[in-house]
Nanobody, 123 residues
Framework: QVQLVESGGGLVQFGGSLRLSCAAS????????MGWYRQAPGKQRELVAG???????NYADSVKGRFTISRDNAKNTVYLQMNSLKPEDTAVYSC?????????????????WGQGTQVTVSS
């Protein structure tokens, strides 16, 4: 079992910035990939940004140039720096991790989700 806990959401004005954090915890695991998703009311959940174990990143077109995903492997934490925020960025942001878990001699791979953190951008 792996737990993901997000923090850093809140209310910000148009053009402002927020930094989201997602910390993974568990007994014995390694993270293959971490990412951020978001879902606004009435809209589909979408991938915002992802980062692989080697450091390669990908972003939704709507956030390129404004958001930056980064990772601290020693802390098992992924960050999402969000700049130049727009009202359309308002959503629940959820952390996602593709994880390999080591349980005794048993190894398995699974995808875990955090509970989400609300980001609201006022006009």
């Amino acid at each position: 079992q792996v737990q993901l806990v997000e923090s850093g959401g809140g209310l910000v004005q148009f053009g402002g910035s927020l930094r989201l954090s997602c910390a993974a915890s568990g007994r014995s695991f390694s993270i293959n990939r971490m990412g951020w998703y978001r879902q606004a009311p009435g809209k589909q959940r979408e991938l915002v940004a992802g980062i692989a174990s080697g450091g390669s990143t990908n972003y939704a077109d709507s956030v390129k140039g404004r958001f930056t995903i980064s990772r601290d492997n020693a802390k098992n934490t992924v960050y999402l720096q969000m700049n130049s925020l727009k009202p359309e960025d308002t959503a629940v942001y959820s952390c996602n991790a593709d994880v390999t878990v080591y349980s005794g001699t048993y190894t398995y791979r699974n995808v875990y989700w955090g509970q989400g953190t609300q980001v609201t951008v006022s006009s």
